[in-house]
Every structure is written in C-alpha cells, then in structure tokens.
C-alpha cells in the first residue's frame, strides 16, 4: 500500500523568500515520487518527479526536491518565491514500475505575499 | 497539439440526467485513468484501464461506467447523476517505465450537478 502525507495544508511566504513544502511518503515498493501544481481552476502541472536516479531532483520554474529514504519524504524548495508560484502543490506517489495510478497528498496551498 | 484532451471542460445539468466525458490521448500510452477532484481539491484514482481493460476499479458506484474503445480513448458515462456527483473530474494516461516514464493529465471536466 501506499500513501503520502502533506504535513501542512496552507504555507504563507513573502516574495523573495524560500519556499519549504513538506512531504513524507509511505511505499511497500521501490517508489517513484511526484510534485504537481494546480493553480486555480487549472489543471494539473508536472514540476518534477523522481524515479530511483538521482535523489536531487531539478524541475521547472526552480523548484527542486530531495529523496531521502531514510527519512521517507520528498520535500519540495524553492530559494524565492514568486507571485505566480501561488498554487495548490500535490506530492504524489507510485511505483517506479509504472502504470499503476498515482495516490495524492492532500494538497498544500502556497500563499505568496508582496 | 493537445496530450491528453478531455471534453466539455464545463458541464452543468440536472439530478438524474445521463452525461458522458470523453477524453483522447495522443502520446502512444498504454493506461489511462480517471480522476475525482472534489470540493477540498482531493484527488482519487476511480478507474484505471491499460490497453482497453480494466484493472483498476475502486469503490465508485456502479453509476460510473468508463468505456475505452480503444486505448487512445477513454470516456465516462455517469447514470442518474446526483448533487454529490459534483466534482472536477481527469483524465491521464501513463507511459510503462523507462526514461519517459510518467503521467500526463487532461485540463478537467468541472460537473455541476443542480
């Protein structure tokens, strides 16, 4: 079985400062982990995902995260926020041998003040 | 030149009508889904079809019936819709393991039921 636990449902950032999304995960299989965005009333984004290479993961729009078995999380950073990374974030998981359906978190929201 | 399309984006219609959604992938994937977003923006998997079986049926009632002609396509009909039925409703489809390995989503249905 798996599942992922978002460990904050709202985070509220000023502009120009990091961003931490908190996310742990639990897996009986080799994961693979995803973080998606969604931002109002649009659909869902891909902004990284891991799959057993690398466990820093590079994605779009300067996010990155880490993989840290031993802690069983995927947080999601980004070094400043911008106005548009204001979003719904998603950190999903599967397993890394594919197509078996995604299980989302919860969600968190990003508030991003001027 | 779309991925993964899903039609009408917007649906509104009366308790105990019949609708359908329909979705196209264009990518040459194998599985393909369907999502429930409801109101608290929770997404759950309802159905999972790979080259047009089904494996993956979870506890959706039995008023939800996909069709998946081929497995380019894989459409929903809902029977005798109800309030609850309320939701944003995606569609994805997923590539089999290897370095394109991933999910891709449609934009949503967003279904009122009044």
């Known amino acids: 079985a798996q599942s992922v636990t978002q460990l904050d449902s709202h985070v509220s950032v000023s502009e120009g400062t990091p961003v931490l999304l908190r996310c742990n995960y639990s897996s009986s299989y080799s994961p693979s982990l995803f973080w998606y965005v969604q931002h109002p009333n649009k659909g869902l984004q891909l902004l990284l995902k891991y799959t057993s290479a690398a466990t820093l993961v590079k994605g779009i729009n300067g996010f990155e995260a880490e993989f840290k078995k031993s802690e069983t999380s995927f947080h999601l950073t980004k070094p400043s926020a911008h106005m548009s990374d204001a979003a719904e974030y998603f950190c999903?998981?599967?397993?890394?041998?594919?197509?078996?359906?995604?299980?989302f978190g919860k969600g968190t929201r990003l508030s991003v003040i001027a | 030149d779309t991925a993964v399309s899903q039609t009408p984006k917007y649906l509104v219609t009366q308790m105990g009508n019949d609708k359908s959604i329909k979705c196209e992938q264009n990518?040459?994937?194998?599985?393909m889904y369907w999502y429930k977003q409801d109101s608290k923006k929770f997404l759950k998997i309802m159905f999972s079809?790979?080259?047009?079986?089904?494996?993956i049926n979870e506890t959706v009632p039995n008023r939800f019936s996909p069709k998946s002609p081929d497995k380019a396509h894989l459409n929903l009909h809902i029977n005798s819709l109800e309030l609850g039925d309320s939701a944003v409703y995606f569609c994805?489809?997923?590539?089999?393991?290897?370095?394109?390995?991933?999910?891709?989503f449609g934009s949503g249905t967003r279904l009122t039921v009044v």
């Open positions: 999903v998981v599967s397993s890394v041998s594919g197509n078996t359906p995604l299980v």
């Open positions: 079809y790979n080259n047009k079986e089904l494996i």
């Open positions: 990518l040459g994937h194998d599985t």
């Open positions: 994805a489809s997923s590539q089999v393991a290897g370095p394109n390995y991933g999910y891709t």
